[in-house]
């Protein structure tokens, strides 16, 4: 079997091929390599780290900050960081700290943001957006999806 990609078309697609010698794949053989195939190219997408603003679910945000790939920022009150919080946050109150500590953030880093239950998140990913930050990535649900994670 054989697995090879690719992206050369006018819409900037991407192409998973899988060429394989039918008689000797069976359809289970076929279903899962193409599962496989699948999983690779999303996995390697979602942590590409392109420049923009995504939202991702738990699991992702912690792959993320496990594997050091931004700057990880609570924007939950400073009560409710004491009562625990992601590894290797910071904790930039979105209703005190966040607006001045903002700007004295290097815009071109990337930045792992989280809120309690995903209220806050949005609203402190969308002022970042304004203020020019090109990479953001906002934990799906919060602080607490995070949390009840298995």
């Given at each position: 079997m054989k697995i090879s990609t690719s992206n050369h078309n006018k819409f900037g697609l991407i192409f998973v091929v899988i060429t394989t010698?039918?008689?000797?794949?069976t359809m289970n053989k076929l279903i899962k390599s193409t599962i496989l195939a699948l999983a690779v190219l999303l996995g390697g997408m979602a942590y590409s780290q392109e420049p923009g603003h995504h939202t991702v679910k738990p699991a992702e945000f912690k792959a993320l900050v496990d594997g050091g790939k931004g700057i990880v920022i609570d924007v939950r009150t400073s009560g409710?960081?004491?009562k625990g919080t992601i590894k290797g946050a910071v904790n930039y109150d979105y209703f005190k700290a966040l607006k001045t500590e903002m700007d004295k953030l290097d815009k071109s880093k990337t930045y792992l943001i989280f809120d309690h239950t995903g209220t806050r998140g949005p609203k402190a990913m969308a002022m970042m957006k304004d203020k020019g930050f090109k990479t953001i990535y906002l934990l799906q649900g919060g602080y607490s999806a995070y949390k009840s994670m298995k």
């Amino acid at each position: 079997m054989k697995i090879s990609t690719s992206n050369h078309n006018k819409f900037g697609l991407i192409f998973v091929v899988i060429t394989t010698n039918t008689k000797s794949l069976t359809m289970n053989k076929l279903i899962k390599s193409t599962i496989l195939a699948l999983a690779v190219l999303l996995g390697g997408m979602a942590y590409s780290q392109e420049p923009g603003h995504h939202t991702v679910k738990p699991a992702e945000f912690k792959a993320l900050v496990d594997g050091g790939k931004g700057i990880v920022i609570d924007v939950r009150t400073s009560g409710e960081f004491a009562k625990g919080t992601i590894k290797g946050a910071v904790n930039y109150d979105y209703f005190k700290a966040l607006k001045t500590e903002m700007d004295k953030l290097d815009k071109s880093k990337t930045y792992l943001i989280f809120d309690h239950t995903g209220t806050r998140g949005p609203k402190a990913m969308a002022m970042m957006k304004d203020k020019g930050f090109k990479t953001i990535y906002l934990l799906q649900g919060g602080y607490s999806a995070y949390k009840s994670m298995k």
